[in-house]
């Protein structure tokens, strides 16, 4: 700013109390952005932590499956132990319960870091839900959904159980009319032709 002095001359340049204001806006304004580039890292990091969190546990969940035998199911009750993961140790707190469905249980696991001071229920990072037991099906022996909208049990090397698709016939005949229709003429089926039936169909 333009200032004249007290011989007339003009001097331009700011005064201290202006360069005070502008530092206390530069700080205010330093200060505000540091803070949320803090916070951001800040974000970031447990986020990752949260993820490797759940890797435990799911590999927790994964370990208790494999180590059942053919029909077993695991024993109910709480198990801990600690495992490392992304150069950290992690603490795991493992409950397995009944479920409403007999024959199969529910494991959950509960993942924090070792290091971090807590109580038994408290600042668990992440808490991931499994279930095992003897009453699930094999892969591939669950009932299927036919193309006529009936369930039947899984047949090896089929896509459905046989008599529930009635499926479509095909005759190469010289008979006349359709089958199952009201009209005139003899059954599609009483041809003297061969009767075909394509790959997935029941034959009638």
């Known amino acids: ?119 038994e229920d408290d600042s668990w990072y992440v808490t991931v839900s499994g279930i095992t037991g003897n009453g699930l099906a094999a892969p591939g022996t669950g009932p299927v959904m036919s193309a006529a909208g009936t369930t039947g049990p899984q047949v090896p090397g089929g896509t459905n159980s046989p008599g529930t698709n009635p499926g479509t016939s095909l005759n190469n005949g010289t008979g006349n009319g359709t089958q199952g229709g009201s009209g005139s003429g003899n059954s599609g089926n009483t041809g003297s032709g061969n009767t075909t039936t394509p790959p997935g169909t029941t034959r009638q």
Do not use: C
């Open 1 to 119: 700013m333009s200032r004249r002095d007290r011989h007339g001359f003009r001097a331009d340049g700011f005064t201290l109390i202006e360069v005070l204001v502008a530092l206390v806006i530069v700080a205010v304004g330093m200060s505000a952005l540091m803070g949320a580039l803090s916070s951001s890292a800040k974000t970031v990091a447990y986020m990752q932590d949260k993820t490797f969190a759940e890797w435990v546990a799911l590999n927790q969940i994964a370990s208790v499956r494999i180590a059942l035998q053919k029909g077993q199911i695991p024993a109910t009750g709480n198990t801990t132990g600690d495992i490392e993961l992304g150069s950290r140790t992690w603490h795991w707190r493992q409950e397995v319960v009944d479920s409403q469905v007999p024959g199969i249980r529910r494991i959950d696991v509960k993942v924090r870091p070792k290091d971090l001071k807590a109580g």
